[in-house]
Structures are given as structure tokens and as C-alpha cells.
């Protein structure tokens, strides 16, 4: 089972770094472009607004923001012919739920674990696009998987992320912590503790940071503002 390290930008000690790599990806400085993730949240409505168990056309915009594509082929099946299943297995997971609340089936099995299977079974979606997908419709929930954060974290794949992410967010009040990252970075209520930890440790292992020092965002964002997210499902 994969077990997730904790990199040092989310130890004790380390918040203003933190709280620059947030804010170089939002942009409230007005001195840089913020990355296209920064819409994530909002791009086709916000994700509080829109219907909690209903997969919609502006959640499948959204997901594009992080650089990813909904195939048309998994496009046509999520919001019509497998609309009611998908619709049937969110009722089943609150929106509420947040990760360090959740119990071992919900990371592990039963209807997360379904909807996470029957979206891995249509055209193009691996785990990074699934992933991304489920994010939008349970932030609070579902962890962000690409091959940046895997990096960062010391995970082979996506195989148990979702416990080890639990255990990572439960250490050292991290949950707690990332969401006055949050506030002291003057962010919206809408970007979730588990958002604003997905962020700085994708900025983090992006931009290089891991090496022991924060280096210019100027070399890495040369094409990273186009979305500010390993397109990849690796």
C-alpha cells in the first residue's frame, strides 16, 4: 500500500513559503498571470452552486482548467447514457464528507470506490483525469492525483492514494493547518484544505522547490500558466 512522505513545504516552519506558491498560483498580486487552475472551482459555475450529485457539462469545463480533456466518447456517456448510475453513486457520498472524516469503506470501497471504477472504464479516463473529475464534485473529499504530486510524495501510482492521503491529512493537523494557509493567503472558502495541500505540493515539486530552497517561479511557468497541471495519466 502506497504511504505518501510528507514534503517539507507542508512541515512546521515552512507556511510563507507555502503561502507564496499559492500565491503565484492565484495571482492576487496582479504581478503575474495565475495559472488556469486557479478557475477550477468556479469555471462553469462554482462547485458549491451547481447540483451536488449531477455530473454537468460545466463540471466537465472545469476539469479543463487543470489541463485535462474529457474525451467526447466519456463526455457523451457521463452526461447522458451513465448519467443516472453516476448520479445514483454520488447521492451515496455526502458533499460534506471531508477526508479526514472518512471512514475505511469510503476510501477503500462502496460507492466512491464504484464511481471511481465505472468513470476508469470510459474512453480516456485514467487516474488523472478521474481524479480531477471527482475533485470537482467532492473537493472536501477526493484527492488530486498526477505524476507531479506522485513525484513529490513517493508513490509508484494511484493504487491507495485515497488512504494514504487520509493519514498524510491526519498528521500533524495538517488539515487544519492548510485551511489558515488559506485564509492568510486571502483565498475563497471554496478552495478546501485539501485543494490548498494539492496546490502547494504541485507547486512545490513543479518549481522545484524539493532541492532545499525556493527558486524562481519565472523558468517553470513558461507554458505552465496554460493550465498548471500534468496532463498525463501515468
Known amino acids: 500500500m502506497s504511504e505518501c512522505k510528507i514534503p517539507w513545504i507542508l512541515e512546521r516552519g515552512h507556511e510563507a513559503k507555502a503561502i507564496e506558491l499559492l500565491s503565484a498560483y492565484f495571482g492576487p498580486d496582479g504581478k503575474r ?27 466537465l469545463i472545469a476539469v479543463s482548467a487543470l489541463s485535462v480533456d474529457i474525451p467526447a466518447a466519456a463526455s457523451i456517456k457521463i452526461l447522458g447514457t451513465e448519467a443516472d448510475r453516476i448520479t445514483a453513486l454520488l447521492k451515496q457520498i455526502s458533499r460534506d464528507l471531508e477526508l479526514p ?12 470506490a464504484e464511481l471511481w471504477s465505472l468513470l476508469r472504464e470510459l474512453p480516456g479516463m485514467g487516474p488523472t483525469t478521474t ?35 487520509r493519514t498524510l491529512v491526519k498528521t500533524d493537523n495538517l488539515w487544519q493547518r492548510a485551511d489558515q494557509l488559506r485564509v492568510r493567503a486571502g483565498l475563497s472558502p471554496l478552495i478546501t484544505p485539501l485543494r490548498v495541500i494539492d496546490i502547494v505540493v504541485w507547486m512545490h515539486g513543479k518549481t522545484n522547490v524539493d532541492r532545499g530552497a525556493l527558486t524562481s517561479l519565472t523558468s517553470s511557468s513558461k507554458g505552465a500558466n496554460n493550465g498548471g497541471r500534468d496532463s498525463a495519466d501515468q
Not at 498571470?33 to 463540471?59: M, N, R, V
Not at 473529499?141 to 507531479?148: C, G
Open 101 to 112: 472524516d472518512a471512514s475505511d469503506e469510503i476510501v477503500d470501497a462502496g460507492a466512491p
Open 131 to 165: 481524479s480531477k473529475l471527482l475533485a470537482r464534485k467532492r473537493p472536501r473529499l477526493v484527492p488530486i492525483y498526477d505524476s507531479v504530486v506522485a513525484s513529490v510524495y513517493g508513490i509508484p501510482d494511484s493504487r491507495g492514494y485515497w488512504r494514504a492521503m
Open 33 to 59: 498571470t495565475a495559472y488556469t487552475g486557479s478557475h477550477f472551482e468556479t469555471l462553469g459555475g462554482a462547485w458549491d452552486e451547481g447540483p451536488a450529485d449531477l455530473i454537468t457539462a460545466g463540471d
